[in-house]
Nanobody
């Protein structure tokens, strides 16, 4: 059974940085394309970033604008989301997700989801 567990969320001030981690188990990690999504209060879940199976290809949402970096360590079965210069509008529950089929920005294409980790950015 595939499990994804996110950690690293918390309450920070605007301008701070956070690194989220997502540890996978129950699967051979390097067959999965991985993505991060977020859902702010009262809004639909939106795509943040994704990374290919071996980490050679990444794709970011337009709003990332260099502030957010996705990476992975296949030896540790973990994908990361480094977020810098955080803004109050980054406040959301952040989810990691795994895609068996090869990478997508649509949440409908992801097969497995973590439970989410809350990120709150105060002004």
């Amino acid at each position: 059974q595939v499990q994804l567990v996110e950690t690293g969320g918390g309450l920070v001030q605007a301008g701070d940085s956070l690194r989220l981690s997502c540890a996978a188990s129950g699967v051979t990690f390097n067959i999965l394309s991985m993505g991060w999504f977020r859902q702010a209060p009262g809004k639909e879940r939106e795509f943040v970033a994704r990374i290919s199976r071996r980490g050679g290809s990444v794709y970011n949402a337009d709003f990332v604008k260099g502030r957010i970096t996705i990476s992975r360590d296949n030896a540790k079965n973990t994908v990361y989301l480094q977020m810098n210069s955080l803004k109050p509008e980054d406040t959301a529950v952040y989810y990691c997700a795994a895609d068996l089929s090869g990478g997508s920005s649509s949440e409908r294409d992801y097969d497995y989801w973590g439970q989410g980790t809350q990120v709150t950015v105060s002004s």
